[in-house]
């Protein structure tokens, strides 16, 4: 009702008061969720990105992360989509790092004019991986027979049911080689002068938002609200951008952190679910978390 009340009031009238918009990415970074998680992809980080820099008069957009990583196309597009709405809105952009941005997490903390990391977060992790299981041994014991029938002698290719080829991890390593590259030109386009020489920086290494600091993987130790008070003054509204609702109050599919799963699916993704959530427990467990 204050809200309201002050909106009806003549422009001349009102106490002048800057709002800076937050956007808040947290999350594995992925594609698509499961019926146990939703993860962070750019379908769900684009809506919410176009509603912050769509605040007219704020100087700034606060984007918050905290993020493991996971999916560097996934990373990468919404680095690229933050980019192109801070030069089409004319908006600084401060990036806040919360307990972790890491990996594919730092690479969307870079597209951050500013970065600013508490002390005890964690950054860095400028690399690539793939993980995987293999079930030969296991399945023999069983007495299962492996069938696989492909159009293509590479199909089958790190098939985790059969023996592992050199020629398969020479290539896989090849094709991690070229997205590292990406990752590290990246940083450094966006970093530039401010990083400092050590032969670990890009090696997939992370460490405290400290010793992130000396390393110039951040620009200054702080959180959100003391920083923006500092710089924008005390009377700074921080306002919390989420994702729009429908005329029934439900969320559109593929926007936010939070979803309803179609019932029907739950049971046919199950088993997925599981696999997914054990692998981002692990992507959270690597950093202690």
Known sequence: MAHLIKK??????RKDEITIPVVKLAGTIMASGSVLRQNLSIAAAAPVLDKAFA?????????????????????RLIFQRIRDLAEEKKKIV???VEDVAASGGYMIACA?????????????????????FGFVEAIAKLGIERRVHTAGQNKATLDPFQPEKPEDVAHLKALQLEVHETFIDLVKDRRGARLQPDDQLFSGLFWSGKRGLDLGLVDALGDLRGTLKARYG????LELVSAGRSLFGRKPKGISAGFEPDLAAIGAGLADGVVSLAEER????????
Request: charge should be positive.
């Open 8 to 13: 009806l009031v003549p422009k001349r009238f």
């Open 55 to 75: 605040y007219k008069k704020a100087p700034a957009v606060a984007i918050v992360v905290n993020s493991p990583g996971g999916s560097p196309v996934q990373s």
């Open 94 to 96: 401060l990036v806040f």
């Open 112 to 132: 951050g004019d500013e970065i600013i990391a508490d002390p005890s977060s964690i950054v860095g992790s400028i690399g690539v991986v793939s993980g995987s």
């Open 234 to 237: 005390e009377s700074v509204k």
């Open 282 to 289: 692990l992507l959270w467990g690597r950093y202690g978390l």
